[in-house]
């Protein structure tokens, strides 16, 4: 059966970090470029990052830019997004999605992506 399963979501402090991983199981992200997207309550889902199939790629949204990073783990089959500073602003559910391609061009745009995680919960507040 193939599945992807996000998990590290949790409050956190404003300035706080998280570190969220991307766990696929029936098939191997090996050859897809995969993307972390975010949905607010009230708001529309939003492409954050993006990680090419050989990793030597990476995008980022510019309110993460400089404090998210992704990173790929062949050998393990993950993705993680690793988040520092974390601001209230980026309280929302977070989903790891594969793309049905290597590359991340226009990353942002969800039908781009087959398969979807369930999704973990970020919470930034004091």
């Known amino acids: 059966q193939l599945q992807l399963v996000e998990s590290g979501g949790g409050l956190v402090q404003p300035g706080g970090s998280l570190r969220l991983s991307c766990a696929a199981s029936?098939?191997?992200?090996?050859?897809?470029?995969i993307g972390w997207f975010r949905q607010a309550p009230g708001k529309e889902r939003e492409g954050v990052s993006c990680?090419?199939?050989?990793?030597?790629?990476?995008n980022y949204a510019d309110s993460v830019k400089g404090r998210f990073t992704i990173s790929r783990d062949s050998a393990k089959n993950t993705v993680s997004l690793q988040m520092n500073s974390l601001k209230p602003e980026d309280t929302a559910v977070y989903y790891c999605?594969?793309?049905?391609?290597?590359?991340?061009?226009?990353?942002?745009?969800?039908?781009?992506?087959?398969?979807w995680g369930q999704g973990t919960q970020v919470t930034v507040s004091s």
């Open positions: 029936g098939f191997t992200l090996d050859g897809y470029a």
């Open positions: 990680i090419s199939s050989s990793g030597g790629s990476t």
């Open positions: 999605a594969v793309a049905r391609r290597p590359t991340c061009g226009n990353y942002y745009l969800s039908y781009l992506y087959d398969y």
